[in-house]
């Protein structure tokens, strides 16, 4: 079986089903373009208290608008909870296989799974990642599913779901204020679900090859990433790839399909993917999402009549399915949802 999960973590050749279409092959790996200016908000303002919210707000909007992501600093997060949650991330991949095989799972919607790429089985061409993924919120009702290996992992995974739950609702508020929407207008059934998602990258024998991810948005409401300390993440800003630069202990925001309709497109996701290089790396990718039978629909708020509704309401179920069928490609997983004007 040339499941990567099976390999564990010296590759010595690419199996042929892991080489990435010519045409689809990430370009000028030598020379990445790398901005120097990509935009750090600075929440120490919003955390705690509610002071001068407006100028965070607009940051954020402006960061969306231009680089469609932003890394954060003072996000009330621990630098010492973010490496201890990297440090268990990092040891269950270096794990021998075997302690991973007994999570391995086909179902995408299993509550814990350990899998490879992204739908395996959907795939022509599998992407050179492996993942564990799972449930998180409540902390209480999945815990005890969660991997027993390593022992700390538990306890700290806990601690840190809970502390980028708390992040990623108050950054929600911030946008819904922006929006022009309740500030808790996501708190329900919207932000219901949350997963935690640690992606491993095995370092590939010719990274011009493989690819980690292929370009994608997130089908969820929000991501928040944390990318360790290698190179491999890169945004499509102005129909130009370019490397997001490691900063050691901040998370990185990106919006998913989610937020991109609920605000009617006044906020987008952004398109990213993830370049395979010759060292391991290893992310921590937290999502939120609706519940699975949660109806999502352009907010009221953000559409008129010079503005209408760029998309249908539906469950939330329904998009993930359409997104895995058409294994994350953004234009067919959305079109089942549009409106054509
Ligand atoms: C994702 C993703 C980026 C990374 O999991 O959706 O984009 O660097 N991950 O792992
Ligand atoms: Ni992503």
């Known amino acids: 079986m040339e499941k990567l999960v099976f390999y564990g973590f010296n590759h010595q050749h690419i199996p042929p089903s892991f080489i990435i279409h010519p045409e689809k092959r ?74 991973r095989l007994s999570l391995y799972r086909e179902d995408p919607m299993h509550p814990v799974r350990v899998s490879s790429s992204i739908v395996y089985e959907n795939e022509e061409v599998h992407y050179w990642r492996d993942k564990l993924r799972h449930l998180c919120h409540p902390v209480e009702e999945f815990k005890h599913l969660w991997p027993s290996k390593p022992t700390k992992y538990k306890e ?31 708190n329900g059934e919207l932000s219901q679900m949350q997963s935690i998602l640690i992606n491993h990258y095995p370092p590939s024998p010719d990274p011009s090859l493989t690819l980690g991810l292929p370009k994608h948005i997130d089908p969820n409401v929000i991501t928040i990433l944390l990318q360790g300390d290698s190179y491999g993440f890169q945004v499509l800003k102005d129909g130009e790839w ?52 949660c109806v999502v629909e352009p907010a009221k ?23 895995l069928t058409s294994v994350i490609d953004t234009q067919k997983s959305t079109k089942p949802f549009k409106i054509l004007a």
């Open 301 to 323: 708020e953000v559409i008129d009549e010079g503005n209408p509704a760029k998309y249908r309401s539906f469950t939330y179920q329904e998009f993930v399915d359409s997104y």
């Open 156 to 186: 700290v995974i806990a601690a840190y779901s809970v502390k980028v739950r708390a992040l990623a609702l108050k950054l929600l508020e911030l946008i819904c204020e922006g929006l022009g929407l309740q500030p808790d207008y996501f």
């Open 242 to 293: 370019i490397d997001v630069k490691p900063l050691p202990n901040t998370h990185l925001v990106v919006l998913g399909h989610q937020l991109q309709i609920i605000s009617n497109e006044k906020l987008k996701g952004v398109e990213h993917r993830v370049v395979s290089t010759n060292v391991p790396r290893t992310t921590i990718a937290m999502q939120i999402h609706p519940s699975m039978d």
């Open 26 to 99: 990430p370009r000028k790996l030598d020379h990445p373009v790398v901005y120097h200016n990509t935009p750090i908000i600075d929440l120490k303002d919003c955390v705690d208290g509610a002071l001068d919210r407006s100028a965070t707000i607009q940051q954020i909007f402006k960061a969306i608008e231009e680089f469609g992501f932003f890394q954060l600093v003072n996000d009330g997060v621990h630098e010492e909870l973010m490496e201890e949650a990297m440090e268990v991330s990092k040891e269950f991949f270096e794990m021998p296989v075997e302690d």
